[in-house]
């Protein structure tokens, strides 16, 4: 059972998954399909200007690592490279890994490092009490913030229960 720790300070609680996302795709698909099925049970709102979903993005950053090595394969160099949507993280690897000028600068050629990268994407979710909270969703963590109400907190564990990716 997912179980989410509450922290100290503002209200929020942390469920650290047994095993990290495999790869992008995976946890695209972990995202995407909170986004459009809203297992949680969002409402979408209105303020004075502007229409608002029931969830949300506000912000996602996909790092990407990668060694530099010689013809000897010894490392000689490290580097990351941060982007802001899934497609940028995919065509970006490859434009760092086949960069000759790079490979130039480094005197080694790149090597992507999959197992190292990072991924995290910040929902806010509209409760149907009228509360919002954030849902951040990152490669190995699963956080639930900005909240008063702990039947939020509850309502997210069990959805992390039903998903088999966030044991």
């Not at 109400?149 to 959805?159: L, T």
Request: with cysteine; net charge positive.
């Amino acid at each position: 059972m997912a179980h989410f720790n509450q922290r100290a300070g503002t209200k929020s609680a942390v469920h650290r998954l047994k095993n990290p996302f495999p790869d992008i795709m995976a946890f695209n698909a972990v995202v995407q399909s909170s986004i459009l099925k809203n297992p949680l049970g969002c409402t979408s709102y209105h303020t004075v200007k502007k229409h608002y979903r029931p969830v949300q993005k506000v912000r996602e950053m996909y790092t990407a690592k990668f060694v530099y090595e010689d013809a000897m394969q010894k490392r000689i160099g490290a580097g990351h490279e941060t982007y802001d949507s899934v497609e940028g993280y995919q065509l970006g690897i490859a434009a760092v890994i086949s960069n000759m000028a790079n490979i130039a600068a480094h005197r080694g050629k790149a090597r992507h490092l999959p197992d190292a990268d990072h991924f995290s994407v910040i929902l806010k979710c509209h409760d149907p009490n009228g509360e919002l909270y954030f849902l951040s969703i990152a490669r190995d963590r699963v956080t639930v913030s900005s909240y008063s109400d702990d039947a939020i907190r509850k309502r997210v564990e069990d959805w992390a229960d039903s998903v088999p990716a966030l044991e």
